[in-house]
């Protein structure tokens, strides 16, 4: 059996944040939704939990850190080709999200973009055949 991942992220806006990541062309499973979170699918085994403040210091005592100001993590996606890395990127930029720095190394193709609330997920394609 595979292992999941659910990346949780504390969001100021849920109804903005899931608009914002339709627009991108992710999904949200509704058994997991309600007023103060949501489960939003990546892929079959990767999922983000997107939770208001109020719900993410449920699970956190530590203080909720300005995603716009500092970096704790960063997201890395993979994705099949450099132009489906395009195609989400230009997706999230045009749904709001801040553009962010791009590397094209040839064996690999990255760029990155900020969410709503200063997530930076980086989307990268590598050559298979660099490995």
């Known amino acids: 059996m595979a292992t999941n991942i659910f990346v949780n992220l504390p969001v100021n806006d849920l109804r903005k944040s899931i608009e914002f990541f339709t627009k991108v062309g992710y999904t949200f ?15 079959d085994t990767i999922y983000a939990m997107l939770l208001t403040h109020d719900k993410f210091k449920l ?22 080709s450099k132009e489906k890395v395009n195609e ?38 590598m050559d298979p055949s660099a490995i």
């Open 59 to 80: 699970f956190s005592k530590k203080e909720i850190v300005d995603a716009k100001k500092n970096v704790e993590v960063l997201i890395a996606l993979s994705e099949e």
């Open 88 to 125: 989400l990127v230009d997706k999230a930029v045009a749904a709001g999200g801040k553009e962010g720095e791009s590397q094209d190394q040839g064996f690999m193709f990255a760029r990155t973009y900020d969410d709503l609330d200063g997530h930076t997920w980086e989307v990268f394609w």
């Open 29 to 43: 499973n509704p058994q997991f939704t309600d007023e103060t979170s949501t489960c939003m699918v990546i892929s």
